[in-house]
């Protein structure tokens, strides 16, 4: 069992830079594949980024592929988002994520344990 709880969302002015957090319960945190999602209003849940339990390869959806970066830190059992050059149109809920094995995969069907989720608002 894991209890994945996010933070770091709030409102932001384009251009500007967040890091969201996902802090994990569990001893086994390290072997987690981890990932972020996100949904905005009325849209489906989306990929953001995801990285591998035992390797750390990481992997960006196109639109913040250059802008976003994910890394974990296996000691602290916390995954972290730094997100830069913010645009409007990534207001979201941002979604912690874990699933079990070693492959990032795209589709949040495959992520067992979620969080609640942080609101990220980006002005124009």
């Known amino acids: 069992q894991v209890q994945l709880v996010e933070s770091g969302g709030e409102l932001v002015q384009a251009g500007g830079s967040l890091r969201l957090s996902c802090a994990a319960s569990g001893r086994t945190f390290g072997s987690y594949t981890m990932a972020w999602f996100r949904q905005a209003p009325g849209m489906e849940r989306e990929f953001v980024s995801g990285i591998s339990a035992s390797t750390g390869e990481t992997y960006y959806a196109v639109s913040v592929k250059g802008r976003f970066t994910i890394s974990r830190d296996n000691a602290k059992n916390v995954v972290y988002l730094q997100m830069n050059s913010l645009k409007p149109e990534d207001t979201a809920v941002y979604f912690c994520?874990?699933?079990?094995?070693?492959?990032?995969?795209?589709?949040?069907?495959?992520?067992?344990?979620w969080g609640q989720g942080t609101q990220v608002t980006v002005s124009s």
């Open positions: 994520a874990a699933k079990t094995g070693r492959v990032v995969v795209f589709t949040r069907f495959d992520y067992v344990y």
